[in-house]
């Protein structure tokens, strides 16, 4: 379905711990993205990659690290550093090339701490 | 970084009328101007894409439009319809680093 798993789709954490939430593709897809959906507040970029072993922050990058060992996998690690943590985590993915193309979603997880 | 900026944040129609969500971006460089709707408890789907070297694009009732020169594009639905009602958001794209608006909730009233 859509070819990009994020699992789990709900997770639940103690506050003080890190969890890494996973995103899978085979789609064949360079770039992979991270983003974070608040109520009101619209999707807001985590990380983006658009290579493996190369990934760059987006605007809230911050309490959050990636890596894109594999071309199929960009998993995001919520850390201790993040202040608010629980909110609706969606990534996606998309072709590379001259121009921009459509990034196609994954379900989503939805992650809290208590 | 881009900047979006989207408005209205909420939409309500009868059904049948028109609607129009309006966006504003920052960088010039910007050439991909995407619209995703998202229903609810659903993934975010594209229904529409424009790029930079297109003023106007349509397809059978949705149609975005693009103002390079002002910055600013924006996605119109005629006829709407129940089915509509969900919430979307725009988005302006440079090098794959694509940024969203904060999305507008429309909902169509029959």
């Known amino acids: 379905d859509g070819g990009i798993t994020q699992s789990p789709k709900y997770l639940f954490r103690k506050e003080g711990q890190n969890v890494t939430l996973s995103c899978e593709q085979n789609?064949?897809?360079?770039?992979m993205y991270w983003y974070r959906q608040d109520p009101g507040q619209g999707l807001r970029l985590i990380y983006y990659?658009?290579?493996?072993?190369?990934?760059q922050k987006g605007d809230i990058a911050e309490g959050y690290s990636v890596s894109r060992e594999k071309k199929e996998s960009f998993p995001l690690t919520v850390t201790s550093a993040q202040k608010n943590p629980t909110a609706f985590y969606l990534c996606?993915?998309?072709?590379?090339?001259?121009?921009?193309?459509?990034?196609?979603f994954g379900q989503g997880t939805r992650l809290t701490v208590v | 970084g881009e900047n979006v900026e989207q408005h209205p944040s909420t939409l309500s129609v009868q059904e049948g009328d028109s609607a129009v969500i309006k966006c504003t971006y920052s960088?010039?460089?910007?050439?991909?101007f995407p619209w995703y709707k998202q229903e609810l408890g659903k993934r975010p789907q594209l229904i529409i894409d424009?790029?930079?070297?297109?003023g106007e694009k349509k397809d059978q009732r949705i149609a975005v439009t693009l103002n390079k020169t002002a910055k600013h594009f924006s996605l119109h639905i005629t006829e709407t319809q129940p089915e509509d009602s969900a919430v979307y958001f725009c988005?302006?794209?440079?090098?794959?680093?694509?940024?969203f608006g904060a999305g507008t909730r429309l909902t169509v009233k029959p």
């Open positions: 960088d010039s460089a910007s050439n991909y």
């Open positions: 988005a302006a794209s440079r090098d794959n680093d694509m940024r």
């Open positions: 990659s658009q290579i493996v072993n190369d990934f």
């Open positions: 996606a993915s998309s072709m590379l090339g001259g121009m921009n193309t459509e990034a196609f």
């Open positions: 789609l064949n897809h360079d770039a």
């Open positions: 424009i790029r930079s070297n297109v």
